[in-house]
């Protein structure tokens, strides 16, 4: 008692202010971009493929920045509630990285020109495709499993685990004029009301029938 276990840590640290701003989607993409793309945008591959202290650093801080993004579009607090975030906030958040990471993809590693050529130059091999095929095919693994990411991620904000609707459903229902009261608003009116039109009358109305009919 009075010792704070492994949970307890991890939850006061959640708490700081500090990581809930780095878990704003608008603050963890530019930081998860960066991390991801500065690589091939500022010539580094080269340095990080010849140094292992540099590949161990880039790959530990990709897998950081990922996790953060990640966590504040999917992110549940531990009442198991969504954050409260605006659903179009983290949808534009995601479609900037998709936007970024179609455009790294496509047009730098799939078009050129190669990256780390004198490293590839330097390189013993004589199997197997060329370089600059090899970085091609590298950009179109990487174009396609950004789809599937981008999908797999709208899913899973549209429909929160353990709903059994997607999330638009509910909030479309809870707008004002839909569901049950524009249903009402559209012509329907009591409960008796109901009842009659569809030909089953409640014991009020029946009631009422009955005394109207019987002779005075």
């Known amino acids: 008692e009075g010792v704070r276990g492994p949970r307890?840590?991890?939850?006061?640290?959640?708490?700081?202010?500090?990581?809930?701003?780095?878990?704003?989607?608008?603050?963890?993409?530019?930081?998860?971009?960066?991390?991801?793309?500065?690589?091939?945008?500022?010539?580094l591959l080269e340095w990080v493929l010849r140094s292992p202290t540099a590949n161990i650093a880039f790959l530990s801080l990709g897998l950081v920045a990922g996790v953060l993004f990640f966590r504040s579009l999917l992110g549940a607090d531990t009442s198991g509630k969504t954050e409260p975030r605006g659903l179009t906030v983290r949808l534009a958040a995601l479609v900037t990285w998709a936007a970024t990471h179609g455009f790294v993809a496509l047009q730098i590693l799939r078009r050129g020109p190669l990256l780390a050529a004198d490293w590839?130059?330097?390189?013993?091999?004589?199997?197997?495709?060329?370089?600059?095929?090899?970085?091609?095919?590298?950009?179109?693994?990487?174009?396609?499993?950004?789809?599937?990411v981008f999908f797999a991620a709208v899913l899973a904000m549209l429909w929160p685990a353990g709903g059994s609707a997607p999330a638009v459903t509910g909030l479309l229902a809870s707008a004002p004029g839909t569901g049950a009261d524009a249903s009402r608003g559209a012509g329907h009116g009591s409960p008796e009301q109901e009842e009659v039109r569809l030909g089953h009358p409640g014991p009020s109305v029946a009631e009422s029938g009955a005394s109207s009919a019987t002779p005075r």
């Open 8 to 43: 307890e840590w991890l939850l006061l640290f959640r708490a700081h202010p500090v990581v809930r701003l780095a878990l704003h989607p608008f603050v963890a993409l530019p930081v998860f971009l960066v991390v991801s793309y500065s690589v091939y945008a500022l010539d």
């Open 120 to 148: 590839w130059g330097e390189s013993p091999r004589i199997w197997g495709p060329l370089p600059i095929e090899d970085q091609q095919t590298a950009g179109r693994i990487a174009a396609t499993y950004g789809i599937a």
